[in-house]
């Protein structure tokens, strides 16, 4: 089944103290990007990723980082938490290139995080 | 730098009702647009795109968009609407050609259809 799994589906941590969210996904997507969701504000891109080794930052991006060192996985990494990082956590892949008919972005289901 | 404004942050309608959420971006040259839809509890599924010809989208559960350039506008519509229909709707914007990889997405409308 095509999909795309985050772990943790929550998590609950301590101001400073070093995390990361996976992301993988089984159909071979090119394209992988990761987002924030707060209430009233929507969705906001936090980094994205074209290929492999191929990282940029969306409009969020402050107090977070990415690798891609392989095609499938697209991990989130907190290195200092802290309370304002309190939200709710979507990584997406895409099918097809970007800006081409084919794109589309499936989601995974979340990581709801709290930070105290 | 390209941003999407949802009018309505919350619509409350009967079932049957006609449904119409309002989508404006604000980049003025190439754009594909999105409407994405979050059932509770659920991750983001796409319900329809428009990338170039014909500005009337059809989508997936009777859903459809026009895309109107001269207004900037990706409204979402429905002719009659069902209580299933209840959830958070998205409009996202990407512009392929300036901002490669961005995506920026509206800040969404609840909807509430009532039985």
């Known amino acids: 089944e095509a999909q795309v799994t985050q772990n943790p589906r929550y998590l609950i941590t301590v101001t400073g103290k070093k995390l990361t969210v996976t992301c993988s996904q089984n159909?071979?997507?090119?394209?992988m990007s990761w987002y924030r969701q707060d209430p009233g504000l929507g969705l906001r891109q936090i980094y994205y990723?074209?290929?492999?080794?191929?990282?940029d930052k969306g409009d969020v991006p402050e107090g977070y980082k990415v690798s891609r060192k392989e095609k499938r996985n697209f991990p989130l990494i907190l290195e200092s938490p802290s309370p304002n990082q309190t939200s709710l956590y979507f990584c997406?892949?895409?099918?097809?290139?970007?800006?081409?008919?084919?794109?589309?972005?499936?989601f995974g289901p979340g990581t709801r995080l709290t930070v105290t | 730098a390209q941003s999407v404004s949802q009018h309505n942050h919350h619509v409350i309608l009967s079932e049957a009702a006609s449904l119409e959420l309002g989508c404006n971006y604000s980049?003025?040259?190439?754009?594909?647009l999105f409407w994405y839809v979050q059932y509770p509890g659920q991750h983001l599924q796409l319900l329809l795109k428009?990338?170039?010809?014909?500005?009337l989208v059809k989508g997936i559960k009777g859903f459809e968009a026009e895309f109107i350039k001269s207004k900037f506008s990706f409204n979402l519509r429905k002719p009659s609407v069902q209580w299933s229909d209840t959830a958070e709707y998205f409009c996202?914007?990407?512009?392929?050609?300036?901002?490669?990889?961005?995506?920026?997405f509206g800040d969404g409308t609840t909807l509430t259809v009532k039985p």
């Open positions: 428009y990338f170039s010809g014909d500005p």
């Open positions: 159909m071979n997507h090119e394209y």
């Open positions: 980049y003025g040259g190439t754009v594909n």
């Open positions: 990723s074209m290929n492999v080794e191929v990282t």
């Open positions: 997406a892949s895409s099918i097809g290139l970007f800006g081409t008919d084919t794109y589309e972005q499936y």
């Open positions: 996202a914007v990407i512009s392929p050609v300036t901002n490669a990889g961005k995506s920026t």
